[in-house]
């Protein structure tokens, strides 16, 4: 919206031209997104209070839950917020890429809406039917999916990018949608297992999107991502903009959910950021590189698939509990040294994720 503005009033007087850069627009929309959220978020959170919308605790888990209970929850919504308002500013809204990206965020989010309403107002603890549950995730996925196959202007944007190596491009044909629906529905769902401890889904979520942010913005940038021999999708640069708004939304959010946390984010954040995260990863032909940077993700994915799977055929689990982070919780690490250390990790492997952009 302000950058259509810019444009026309950059021929009154060329200072508005300083708009017309992506890095310029990036800041301005991290900036947007973090300041909206710190002012809007006390005033939110005791609208939650106000309408008791807490968080119920398992009796099952780590007893130090307990004192959780209560606690304002949906907070995910003021995620949404602030990404949503902050992306609409300054990124340019005819670029097909940012909407389908805020297209998908926001039926994922709506799915989780619905699901947290259920279980924190009507009280009912199943929330919405898994059945219903992931048919809406698969019809925003696949919806996205059979979109990027079918805009796809060139074989590479469907291609299989192999991180590390300078020519290693796997065309996937028709399987780039059925690739493409498994990023964006398992990134939401691995991100939501991860949403259990203050803070421990929304950092991680944060350094990731600003490091697909650089990926979006080399990736569309012709001179860029010709030096540094990976896929040129044009129009993707956009997408730092709408990367830019999660990182300020999640940094304003973090305010109020670091350890003790003010409130939680609910299914209605980690599903639409996962979603958020997947989508991007696609556009920019690095689901790899989001798999090596979402591992803390991945591994409480595998934890709960692995428990599950061990529980059912030998009647034994191999962790105390799952996800991962109870069962460190329940080895009795205190539940910030959990959190940080899993920050940490997911610092390293960020880093190692942008490293693939000059190691070929």
Same mark, same amino acid.
């Given at each position: 919206m302000i950058y259509w503005l810019a444009q026309y009033l950059e021929e009154l007087h060329s200072g508005f031209g300083v708009l017309d850069y992506l890095t310029m627009r990036a800041i301005l929309g991290v900036l947007t997104a973090l300041a909206i959220s710190l002012l809007l978020g006390p005033v939110f959170i005791e609208k939650l209070k106000h309408y008791q919308i807490g968080q119920s605790v398992r009796h099952d888990g780590p007893q130090s839950h307990l004192s959780k209970a209560g606690t304002p929850t949906m907070g995910?919504?003021?995620?949404?917020?602030?990404?949503?308002?902050?992306?609409?500013?300054?990124?340019d809204l005819s670029n097909s890429f940012v909407l389908v990206s805020v297209l998908v965020t926001l039926?994922?989010?709506?799915?989780?809406?619905?699901?947290?309403?259920?279980?924190?107002?009507?009280?009912?603890?199943?929330?919405?039917?898994?059945?219903?549950?992931?048919?809406?995730?698969s019809v925003a996925g696949l919806g996205a999916a059979i979109f990027l196959?079918?805009?796809?202007? @060139?074989? #590479?944007?469907?291609? $299989?990018?192999?991180?590390? =190596?300078?020519?290693?491009?796997?065309?996937?044909g028709i399987f780039f949608i059925v690739l493409t629906y498994f990023v964006i529905v398992g990134t939401s769902n691995a991100v939501n297992l991860t949403d259990g401890l203050d803070g421990l889904a929304i950092l991680p979520t944060v350094l990731i999107a600003a490091a697909?942010?650089?990926?979006?913005?080399?990736?569309?940038?012709?001179n860029f991502s010709n030096y540094l021999n990976i896929p040129y999708v044009q129009g993707s640069g956009e997408l730092i903009i709408?990367?830019? @708004?999660? #990182?300020?939304?999640? $940094?304003?959010?973090?305010? =109020?959910?670091?350890?003790?946390?003010?409130?939680?984010?609910?299914?209605?954040?980690?599903?639409?950021?996962?979603?958020?995260?997947?989508?991007?990863?696609?556009i920019v032909r690095q689901e790899i590189v989001l798999?090596?940077?979402?591992?803390?993700?991945?591994?409480?994915t595998l934890s709960v698939i692995l428990q599950v799977a061990s529980y059912r055929l030998t009647g034994k689990r191999?962790?105390?509990?799952?996800?991962?982070?109870?069962?460190?919780?329940?080895?009795?690490?205190?539940?910030?040294? #959990?959190?940080?250390?899993f920050w940490i990790i997911t610092v390293v492997l960020v880093l190692i994720g942008l490293a693939t952009l000059k190691i070929r």
């Open positions: 995910g919504a003021l995620i949404l917020i602030c990404m949503l308002v902050s992306t609409i500013l300054w990124s039926i994922f989010g709506a799915v989780g809406w619905v699901d947290d309403y259920r279980k924190v107002v009507e009280k009912n603890s199943k929330g919405l039917a898994a059945k219903w549950k992931y048919l809406w995730q196959y079918s805009t796809a202007q @060139s074989p #590479v944007e469907t291609a $299989l990018i192999v991180p590390f =190596f300078k020519s290693v491009a796997i065309p996937m697909l942010g650089i990926f979006a913005y080399v990736t569309g940038n012709i709408f990367c830019a @708004s999660i #990182v300020g939304a999640g $940094l304003g959010f973090l305010w =109020f959910n670091t350890y003790p946390a003010q409130v939680f984010m609910g299914d209605v954040g980690a599903l639409a950021l996962g979603a958020a995260l997947g989508v991007v990863a696609v798999f090596i940077m979402g591992g803390v993700f991945v591994a409480e191999i962790f105390r509990m799952a996800p991962l982070h109870h069962h460190y919780e329940l080895k009795g690490w205190p539940e910030p040294r #959990v959190i940080v250390r």
